[in-house]
């Protein structure tokens, strides 16, 4: 709570900082510190908040809560949603480039096995998108990373034996 809190009022290279360490951190914490960092994260709305680093830390938090939770379900998605509003949510105000490093993140944690209970979730929100003109893009480039990503693997352990 402390670190989290130092990082208010701070720019540049200081919050950078800050955010370094929490990802640094994030392996070490609990499930309960995790969850407890994730809110404090997805109470930012200032779209400045978001950057490279901040999506970073997010990646973390989710990567960590998803092998820490030894009840993982379909109902826990920890930081994807927050993720997905950054590519979808144009009044948040992310830069082409922005949003292309966190279509990026997303899909990362995609692949981890812990994800496969919320890869279907996405799956699923990724064609209702496309289907209403929402987000096309983006949500084809999930869409595709979910769909092609198995299928090397597959094939890479079909040419490997």
Known sequence: QLIWKSREGKHGNERKLVLQNLQDLSN????????YLLKEVEK???PSDFDIHMVTLIERITSASFREDKNLNEEKRYGMNLLWSLIHDDSLGCSIQLKTFVISTFSNICDFGESKFVQKYYFIKALENIKQRRSSIPSFQILSHLVLKPSKILRQQQLQQ
């Open 44 to 46: 930012l709305t200032n």
């Open 28 to 35: 070490c914490l609990s499930l309960s510190q995790l969850e």
